[in-house]
T-cell receptor, first 112, second 114 residues
């Protein structure tokens, strides 16, 4: 069965710092990859997605992620965070079937 | 509707009682998913509907859990003989169809079993 691992449970950083969140998955076949974000008190929202093609994917709010197939990774990055990026971030994989498998999430706190 | 709607937003029930959680997907979305999210964890898949039929119910933890989608739109997740361990946030998501995996999530129903 596929699994998704997010290495950091909590990240604290200051505004304007760069952010990188790790995501690794275990599945050898074709995958669709997603990052979802959950702002405080809000529902899960799609940040970006990878289906095929260019492995560097750009999403909303200045986020990007890079799919590295050889490393089974899909790390999320943002060059300069803002206080409003405080949220919980979830990596998810769709492999065989139609269900999403989520990682455990990373809570990001951006200090103003 | 504009988004996925879940009711109630909060449900407190006594151990052993029966509960129903409702999900109203985005209009026109044929695929509907239920997930469960425990505190400090990511969402875990429960069941997926394509139209009226349950295409994958492999995530349902036991036979106390059941879900229906009789007309291919609204879905109800039903939990019998609730246990304290069932306490969690129950999330519903929908997508245009199963082949378009971009799923849109509702706000969830927080179930507390006391």
């Amino acid at each position: 069965a596929q699994s998704v691992s997010q290495h950091n449970h909590h990240v604290i950083l200051s505004e304007a710092a760069s952010l990188e969140l790790g995501c690794n998955y275990s599945y050898g076949g074709t995958v669709n990859l997603f990052w979802y974000v959950q702002y405080p008190g809000q529902h899960l929202q799609l940040l970006l997605k990878y289906f095929s093609g260019d492995p560097l994917v750009k999403g909303i709010k200045g986020f990007e992620a890079e799919f590295i197939k050889s490393k089974f990774s899909f790390n999320l990055r943002k060059p300069s965070v803002q206080w409003s990026d405080t949220a919980e971030y979830f990596c998810a994989v769709k492999a065989a079937g139609n269900k999403l498998t989520f990682g455990g999430g990373t809570r990001v706190l951006v200090k103003p | 509707g504009a988004g996925v709607s879940q009711t109630p937003s909060n449900k407190v029930t006594e151990k052993g009682k029966y509960v129903e959680l409702r999900c109203d997907p985005i209009s026109g979305h044929t695929a509907l998913y239920w997930y469960r999210q425990s505190l400090g964890q990511g969402p875990e898949f429960l069941i997926y509907f394509q139209g009226t039929g349950a295409a994958d119910d492999s995530g349902l933890p036991n036979d106390r859990f059941f879900a229906v989608r009789p007309e291919g739109s609204v879905s109800t997740l039903k939990i019998q003989r609730t246990e304290r361990g069932d306490s969690a946030m129950y999330l519903c998501a929908s997508s245009l169809n199963g082949g378009k995996p971009e799923a849109f999530f509702g706000q969830g129903t927080r179930l507390t079993v006391v």
